[in-house]
């Protein structure tokens, strides 16, 4: 049953389309297609609103750039220019100090040539007019670390030599001319002044070089700026043109897509009412029929104009109408968009039909419920198809349980065949024995040699028992499997046949790294035979060679043992895998033809095969598979 669900689901789409569709005039007006191709997407998703939109938003943050940047350039430029000024403000104190310090000295001498007070009348505005270019320079390079630290190497030099100018002047109006021209003479004024201009110069250097490269600096800031306009009102235009030409892309695909929706809706109508294996209807909220197709008018018996405007109910037998079940199916729909079952449903002539039937609820874009879609599938010969199915199944089973019953049986009869049968062979064994050992004196050639023939069919017949048993047993269990190193397998069980005999000259080649996977125990009984087999029939080989080896790849891997044994006429070869089946007479070589049989069983357990090549005098090879 779920296999046909999922097949009536399938065809049901492909009946049906992706979309719901308008399928008759009754339903127009009712139900909205819903278009599945590219072109519809694009439509729903990318409006001209949003293309606007979107170009809007990228114009204003363009342009909020541009702000920004201009505003900051601005204010670069303004701080810049603040700075400019406080150095250039700097350079000019820094030359009026010197050129007060200058006019201090002047003074300084004219009033020690002439003692004339009047001479230190420039003097003393030299004294006034440095204590404020002093305070002006502390104030200015206040935001340099090397102009303050300058300056404050300046300070001090200032200071000595207003000391030397003041000492002069006081030793000369002591009249102590000579004394202030020793103090000039000494050179201890003009090294003071050439320290003081050199740093003055130094700082006027230092101002400049900052003024400079900050002329340069406001040059590249204004050539970014420039770009970056430039560049914006680029983008801007370019942004503005591409939402243009999406507007009309946009348009365009609009028209393009209400052609394909009305060619689509079209072709939808024409496919849904051709529709000859489902039935495909529409009904409105309330579960009465809106639309008709001619699989429902086949399926239900239903003419479009005898049907469309009554109750969906029409279609369900009396007992399920009258248990409210086309209500329970139209809320279960309704509650998980989906309905699906399967169940009885009746014809307008009262047949039934065993129907697979889907309900679907259908909403527009804002989620109101605009009615139902309902495909329905006549199963009828399936559902009996199945229930035949599941009748053979049960009859199946109950011979599967009969089976089981029997081997049970079976294996009791073994286990009772087995145990009844060797306390009989036993005796006769035992008691043929107890003649030989006690009278075998007193008994003729030919007694003693019948006595020998009924101990050897009894130890025959027990070995017959036992490989009948073995032959039993491989078929039942379970397979335990796991990987088996073949190599080292064949190798105990190479070394226990030597050991049997160990006066044979029979040579055993194994190969290293053989390895499989199945039931470690039934493989050994497969290797016991074939490698026993081998050791058999190299018995009469002057130097016997038996190998064990394999073939392939893993994926086809075959395993082998060859000898150069006996052999065998591949005329018979059919008959090696048989129970019982032996190309050799006992006398010439022993055993019962169970051997193979048990290996035959065993590997077609593992899923695999086995064959046998030989040539009478040249020896055999057995393959096989797992």
């Given at each position: ?76 430029l ?6 400019d ?6 350079m ?28 230190l ?146 072709r ?23 639309s008709?197709?001619a ?67 259908i ?37 599967t ?33 107890a003649?030989?050992e006690d ?54 069980v ?8 160990p ?28 490698l ?62 169970v ?32």
């Amino acid at each position: 049953m779920a296999q046909l669900t999922t097949n009536t689901e399938s065809n049901s789409r492909s009946a049906a389309g992706a979309s719901s569709i308008t399928a008759s005039p009754a339903a127009a007006g009712v139900y909205s297609a819903r278009p599945s191709n590219r072109v519809a997407h694009i439509i729903r998703t990318w409006t001209v609103e949003r293309t606007i939109g979107s170009a809007f938003a990228v114009c204003m943050v363009m342009l909020c750039v541009i702000g920004i940047g201009a505003h900051r350039s601005t204010n670069r430029l303004i701080a810049d220019n603040h700075l400019d000024i406080a150095a250039q403000t700097e350079m000019l104190e820094l030359s009026e100090l010197v050129s007060s310090i200058k006019d201090a000295e002047t003074g300084q001498r004219g009033f020690l040539l002439t003692g004339d007070e009047g001479y230190l009348e420039p003097y003393g505005e030299a004294i006034t007019q440095l204590d404020r270019h002093v305070r002006s320079l502390r104030q200015s390079a206040s935001d340099t670390s090397t102009q303050r630290e300058r300056l404050a190497t300046i300070e001090p030099l200032l200071q000595r030599k207003l000391a030397e100018l003041r000492r002069t002047i006081t030793l000369r109006r002591a009249n102590d001319v000579a004394g202030s021209l020793n103090v000039v003479r000494t050179g201890e004024g003009k090294a003071l002044m050439d320290q003081i201009r050199s740093i003055a110069a130094t700082m006027r250097d230092e101002d400049g070089r900052v003024v400079q490269q900050r002329d340069l600096d406001q040059s590249a800031m204004g050539r970014r700026t420039l770009r970056t306009i430039w560049f914006g009102t680029v983008f801007t235009f370019a942004v503005v043109l591409m939402a243009g030409l999406l507007i009309r892309r946009d348009m365009l695909a609009r028209r393009r897509a209400e052609r394909a929706l009305r060619d689509a809706e079209q072709r939808y109508r024409l496919l849904i009412e051709s529709v000859q294996d489902y039935a495909v209807l529409m009904l409105d909220p309330g579960g009465q029929v809106v639309s008709w197709n001619a699989g429902a008018q086949r399926i239900k018996g239903y003419r479009a104009e005898e049907i469309v405007g009554r109750h969906f109910s029409q279609f369900y037998r009396k007992q399920d109408v009258e248990r409210g079940k086309p209500e329970n199916d139209l809320r279960v729909a309704l509650e998980k968009g989906r309905c699906e079952e399967e169940g009885w449903r009746v014809r307008k002539d009262g047949s039934m039909f065993w129907a697979s039937v889907i309900l679907s609820s259908i909403r527009d874009e804002s989620g109101q419920l605009r009615g139902f879609a309902k495909i329905t599938r006549d199963i009828t010969e399936r559902k009996r198809s199945e229930d035949a199915i599941g009748k053979l199944n049960q009859s199946l089973q109950q011979h599967t349980a009969q089976l089981e019953v029997a081997n049970k049986e079976l294996e009791a009869f073994c286990y009772s065949v087995s145990h009844d049968l060797r306390a009989p062979l036993r005796s006769i064994d035992g008691f043929s024995q107890a003649l030989l050992e006690d009278y075998g004196k007193t008994l003729e050639g030919e007694g003693r040699d019948f006595l020998q023939r009924v101990r050897a069919g009894t130890q025959r017949m027990a070995q017959l028992i036992d490989d009948l048993l073995n032959l039993s047993r491989v078929t039942r269990g379970e397979l335990s499997r796991s990987n088996v190193d073949l190599s080292a397998m064949a190798r105990l069980v190479a070394a226990e046949l030597q050991k049997a005999n160990p006066g044979r000259a029979a040579e055993f080649v194994i190969a290293d790294g053989l390895m499989a996977e199945g039931d470690a125990r039934l493989l050994r009984v497969v290797l016991d035979n074939l490698l026993g087999n081998a050791w058999k029939f190299t018995a009469k080989q002057e130097s016997g060679r038996i190998e064990f080896g394999s073939t392939g790849s893993n994926g086809s891997r075959r395993f082998f043992v060859r000898d150069n044994g006996a052999g065998f006429d591949m005329t018979y070869g059919h008959k090696l895998f048989g129970a019982f089946q032996r190309l050799h007479a006992n006398d010439e070589f022993a055993g019962t033809g169970v051997g193979l049989a048990t290996v035959q069983r065993i590997i077609h357990r593992h899923g695999g095969k086995v064959s046998a090549e030989g040539e009478v005098g040249k020896g055999a090879m057995f393959q096989f598979t797992l």
